[in-house]
């Protein structure tokens, strides 16, 4: 993608298209409302305010209008219910004043022009991610890259300190204290509850650390002392109790035991927790994102502060997951399906799960681990009940969308939404599968992370959406060929170029925050390079990315992560593109996309610092502004240290 020439931003660069009078006009305007300014789409107007609302023209140094696009333009029109209703090229399609405008109530004109520095690309979104976890992920202990149980431990004391000179009872049995981010294969051992029990500081505390992948949790011996002796099984279908070297970890269907009885937060408490991940998320230009399983209780959350909270500024799809997973729940999904008509919570869709995760070796694999012999991981439902559950909501209704990372989970999938679009799909007028699947349903599998060659071609026969998570290839580089051998690697694992050069298909990028950081740049760089985004780094340490025969371009990763989303939740058109009729959600960079992914020898992407992002026409994150403020909060001497 050229860059496009740069132009000074400004009223006077329409001087040559304009009569004087309309240039005066325009002036005025431009006075009147500079862009130093505040956005006059202030937190209440577009939902809240009943009174007429200023329509709004931005101009600015380039905007790309989605990823490939090679129409050019710097200045769109957004109208008062947020979306574009203009995109062009001041040089070659003048805005007359007068030109979609709209009207107060006395018949005054309302249009505002407004001029601003940088370079606008579509807003991103996440393709799945965890929004209640990942906020209270925020408000708890920060395991991620803890390289010993030591460290862990000194982390934990660390937060139950900090929260106990707030005043909170965190560590009580009222109020468990809950960290995730630990991984056995970085900690060089398995962790257990005496490892935690050993410390004076955290002796008797009630705590919960949930692994890396979120599939399995290590407890305290607080907790292991409220589960009574008779509900530890030896065997857990879909499940492990890790006895070696102690009890205190839980894996996959075994987190049940625990989980039943942890103190869930309630509803103001994963208020905030929504409202502080939506922040976080704002300052990564993420407008959206596709939320993986949510309860029909926390969606009732959901629904009531999208329309009462003015701190709802991001747009969720959400994917219901009953309150007992992988069960059928017609009547509680009934409750909770909806779609708001502003874009901001759209819920028809459900979430299955077919298997654990391949770091605890609980994927669901055809053959054994080639680490691990012994084993081949685990169902989490086996396959005619996965079935089954396919069809019955798909009859329902509903999008289905099943986790399966290993490669026998992955087939179990495919042949449960294949079963689900044979009841569905009626083919006697010459369509196909994957027609109706295309048209109608977009079946998704959550990870799609291992799959046999023939399997693949079953996802491009059906037309099945594969939903992939770039940075857990790049996470899981430093085992994933220990867990598989080399010959499973490269033909079945972590596919992203053959999906759309071999088989045609778009996929969803993602990153399943909290497992991973929700930095969708990240994202695309582990996509591009193939290479861890915090070090820049492969699998041996060195500058060579890993399997690069499946990275993907610089305009396939933000197609992914704008274009594929909206793809998988039917939204083409209307979100991951800047044109007429679409949600006017945009992200500011600096300079052009490409310019920034190709610095410091093409490690740029995974540096870049969001200038700007805007939801609905409304402006939910701005990096000057922050600035602004550190700077009244703490005075000018220092602040820059902190940016």
């Given at each position: 993608?050229a ?23 325009a ?6 409302h500079?862009?130093?300014?505040s ?17 709004k023209t ?18 769109f029109?957004v109208?008062p219910d ?16 007068g030109?979609?405008d ?7 004109n ?5 001029t ?10 996440d ?5 209640v976890?990942y ?7 920060d395991?991620?890259?803890a ?30 204290a809950?960290?995730v981010?630990?991984?056995q ?8 509850a005496?490892?935690?029990e ?25 907790i ?15 499940g492990e109790?890790?006895?070696e070297?102690g ?5 996959d ?15 103001e408490?994963?208020?905030?927790f ?10 990564v ?8 399983g ?14 009462n ?17 992988n ?14 008509e502003?874009?901001?919570l ?13 770091g ?10 080639s680490?691990?012999?012994s ?22 209704g ?5 986790h ?11 042949d ?23 048209a109608?349903?977009?079946f ?8 046999h060659p ?5 996802i ?6 594969p ?48 497992v ?11 996509a ?23 990275a993907?371009?610089?305009e ?8 594929g989303v ?6 083409e ?10 949600f ?19 490690e ?18 701005d ?13 000018a ?7």
């Amino acid at each position: 993608m050229a860059p496009p020439t740069p132009r000074s931003p400004g009223v006077l660069y329409w001087a040559p298209r304009l009569s004087l009078g309309a240039l005066a006009i325009a002036f005025l305007i431009h006075l009147n409302h500079p862009a130093s300014s505040s956005s006059l789409f202030s937190p209440n107007t577009i939902r809240n305010s009943g009174s007429a609302i200023p329509a709004k023209t931005y101009c600015y140094t380039s905007v790309l209008t989605s990823a490939g696009s090679s129409r050019e333009a710097d200045c769109f029109s957004v109208s008062p219910d947020g979306r574009f209703t203009k995109v062009f090229h001041s040089a070659e399609d003048v805005l007359i004043v007068g030109d979609n405008d709209y009207f107060d109530e006395d018949g005054g004109n309302n249009m505002v022009v407004e001029t601003k520095a940088g370079h606008v690309i579509p807003g991103i979104w996440d393709g799945h991610g965890h929004l209640v976890q990942y906020g209270e992920f925020l408000h708890s202990v920060d395991l991620f890259g803890a390289s010993s149980v030591e460290m862990v431990r000194e982390r934990v004391k660390e937060y139950l300190q900090e929260r106990e000179r707030e005043g909170s009872d965190v560590g009580s049995k009222e109020n468990w204290a809950r960290g995730v981010g630990w991984d056995q294969m970085v900690l060089g051992e398995m962790p257990s509850a005496a490892m935690l029990e050993s410390d004076p500081a955290l002796k008797g505390k009630y705590i919960m650390l949930d692994r890396v992948d979120v599939h399995c949790t290590w407890v305290s011996q607080a907790i292991l002392d409220l589960i009574p002796a008779e509900s530890l099984p030896e065997e857990v279908p879909g499940g492990e109790i890790i006895r070696e070297p102690g009890l205190g970890v839980f894996c996959d269907n075994a987190m049940d035991i625990v989980t039943s009885l942890w103190p869930k937060p309630d509803a103001e408490r994963k208020k905030t927790f929504l409202k502080t991940a939506m922040k976080e998320l704002h300052k990564v230009g993420l407008v959206g994102m596709n939320d993986a399983g949510v309860t029909p209780t926390d969606l009732k959350v959901y629904d009531e502060a999208s329309r009462n909270e003015d701190w709802w500024t991001l747009r969720v799809y959400a994917m219901i997951e009953c309150g007992e997973r992988n069960v059928f729940c017609p009547l509680e999904a009934d409750s909770v399906r909806t779609q708001h008509e502003d874009g901001m919570l759209t819920i028809r869709s459900v979430k299955l799960f077919a298997d654990g995760a391949l770091g605890s070796w609980g994927s669901a694999m055809i053959d054994p681990y080639s680490d691990k012999p012994s084993t081949r991981g685990s169902l989490l439902v086996n396959g005619s009940t996965l079935e089954s559950l396919a069809r019955s909501w798909s009859n329902a209704g509903y999008q289905v969308n099943i986790h399966a990372i290993g490669d026998l989970a992955n087939r179990y999938a495919i042949d449960a939404l294949e079963a689900a679009l044979k009841d569905a799909c009626n083919l006697s007028d010459g369509k196909t599968l994957k027609d109706c699947q295309q048209a109608s349903h977009r079946f998704r599998i959550e990870h799609s992370q291992i799959i046999h060659p023939t399997d693949q071609a079953r996802i491009r026969d059906l037309g099945i959406i594969p939903s992939i998570q770039p940075t857990h290839a790049t996470s899981d580089m430093a085992y994933a060929e220990l867990r598989l051998g080399p010959e499973r690697t490269a033909t079945e694992a972590y596919r992203m170029r053959s999906l759309i050069h071999e088989l045609g298909v778009q996929p969803v990028l993602g990153s399943d925050f909290p497992v991973e950081p929700p930095n969708p740049f990240e994202g695309m760089y582990a996509a591009v390079t193939r290479k861890n985004p915090h070090t820049g780094k492969g699998a041996d340490g060195g500058d060579k990315g890993w399997y690069t025969d499946e990275a993907l371009s610089l305009e396939e990763a933000l197609a992914g992560f704008t274009k594929g989303v909206a793809g998988g939740m039917f939204t083409e058109g209307k979100t991951g593109v800047i044109e007429e009729g679409a949600f006017a959600d945009w992200v500011v960079l600096d300079e052009p996309l490409e310019v920034l992914a190709a610095r410091d020898n093409g490690e740029g992407l995974r540096k870049i610092k969001v200038r700007e992002t805007w939801v609905g026409g409304r402006k939910v994150y701005d990096r000057e502004e922050k600035v602004a403020k550190k700077v009244v909060n703490n005075g000018a001497e220092g602040v820059r240290e902190g940016l």
